[in-house]
Nanobody, 117 residues
Framework: QVQVVESGGGLVQTGGSLRLSCSASGSTFDIAAMGWYRQLPGKQRGLVASITKIGSSTNVADCVKGRFTISRDNLKNTVWLQMSSLKPDDTGVYYC??????????WGQGTQVTVSS
């Protein structure tokens, strides 16, 4: 089992920045990749960015490319999402995802990000 806890959401003005953090505990040795997803109002949850544990290969959604950066520290079992140049369209609930080599997924409880215009 893996426990996932996010932090760092909040209210920010357009153009501002936020950094989300996600810490994993438990059977973290089996984690293959970590990622951030978001659920915008009225939309389905979608990938924002992901990063592999080995090699740090990243996958970033086109809509946030150049504005958001994902990074991780394997020793701390932590992954971050640095969000800059935030827009009201970025408003939503952001979820951390941890995926094992076997394909099992663990989710955090979500953290609200609100960007005011």
């Amino acid at each position: 089992q893996v426990q996932v806890v996010e932090s760092g959401g909040g209210l920010v003005q357009t153009g501002g920045s936020l950094r989300l953090s996600c810490s994993a505990s438990g059977s973290t040795f089996d984690i293959a990749a970590m990622g951030w997803y978001r659920q915008l109002p009225g939309k389905q949850r979608g990938l924002v960015a992901s990063i592999t544990k080995i090699g740090s290969s990243t996958n970033v959604a086109d809509c946030v490319k150049g504005r958001f950066t994902i990074s991780r520290d394997n020793l701390k079992n932590t992954v971050w999402l640095q969000m800059s140049s935030l827009k009201p369209d970025d408003t939503g609930v952001y979820y951390c995802n941890e995926r094992t080599y076997a394909g099992q997924e663990y989710w955090g409880q979500g953290t609200q990000v609100t960007v005011s215009s």
